[in-house]
């Protein structure tokens, strides 16, 4: 979700209740097929001007193919450390209306967060952040942050479990090959757009592996863009057919986050690394600057 980036938030509200209209019926029809909502904020949206079909939604989460992101939306939280909070104002309300609680916030983009972001996922009942960092603006993470799971504890000792991503949201097809279709259209220097799906994907999966800080026995990486349908996602289950039935090594699972940080959670909670402190980036040094933006972006 980027609200008022690729258009005004009010065309971004129309795409994105569009998508998450396909994305329900995707799931209606394909059992194999996930898609997890990034923010609280196109959720609400849709709860509000699709009042008659919320039984549609609770049922799809409910069976799993769908699910749904803890936070409201992406924070420029580096900024705004005092009012973290509101990023999980509507929990109580899902859990009541949806009969679901989410545990995972996502976080794209923005490369950096203030230690107070552990505190208040800790209030919320927020137990795993997903972040897809940009790094076009920043310097990169410092060594074994990015790639591997850890603990990140605050000085108050809450702790939220942590997987950062530094090459961004776009990673399972600019990076690993999946889907092959979106990967030879976005970084065809890569991948070549007369390669074959397989081939596509063995590409990408093979010179990613060995890039991976402490791959443990999963590793998780997004298929998203600015604002997207779930036209691409419906690919996702049967290329993960594909690769599995042909080279099985590593095993592709199409799904939410959530499963992932159970897994890691479960197998190996008490042996991941404790990060303590907090990651810089520019996003909103750059952003603070522009006085201008800035107004009129707080003032939609």
């Known amino acids: 979700l980027d609200i ?93 209306d949806l009969g679901v609680r989410p545990a995972v916030a996502v976080l794209n983009d923005v490369p950096s967060y203030q230690e107070a972001l552990v505190d208040a996922c800790a209030r919320a009942k927020v137990r795993w952040l997903l972040i897809g960092a940009n790094m076009a603006f920043t310097p990169p993470l410092p060594a ?37 279709d979106c990967a030879r259209f976005f970084n065809p220097e890569t991948f070549p757009r007369d390669r074959g799906a397989l081939a596509t994907m063995e590409a990408g999966i093979e010179s990613m592996v060995v890039k991976l800080a402490a ?18 996602a419906v690919k996702l289950p049967g290329f993960a057919k594909q690769w599995n039935e042909a080279k099985g090594k590593p095993r592709l699972s199409v799904g939410g986050p959530e499963a992932y940080f159970r897994h890691i959670e479960e197998k190996y909670g008490k042996d991941l690394p404790v990060r303590r402190g907090e990651w810089a980036g520019q996003w909103d040094a750059i952003r603070a600057a522009n006085v201008e933006a800035t107004g009129a972006y707080n003032g939609v």
């Open 215 to 232: 791959p443990r026995d999963a590793v998780i990486v997004q298929h998203a863009f600015d604002n997207w349908d779930a036209r691409n």
């Open 144 to 180: 074994g942050l990015a790639k591997t799971p850890f603990w990140w504890e605050s000085a108050a000792g809450n702790r939220v479990l942590v997987y950062i991503y530094d090459d961004s949201y776009t990673a399972a097809y600019t990076r690993w090959g999946v889907d092959p």
């Open 4 to 96: 008022g980036f690729t258009d005004p938030p009010s065309a971004v509200r129309e795409k994105r209740l569009q998508g998450l209209d396909s994305a329900i019926a995707a799931a209606e029809k394909d059992p194999a097929f996930h898609w997890h909502e990034e923010s609280g904020w196109v959720v609400n949206q849709w709860r509000l001007a699709r009042k008659g079909e919320l039984d549609r939604l609770r049922a799809q989460l409910k069976a799993g193919r769908l699910s749904i992101g803890a936070a409201w939306c992406n924070p420029h939280a580096a900024m705004f450390a005092d009012h973290l909070d509101l990023l999980f104002f509507h929990l109580d309300d899902f859990e009541r």
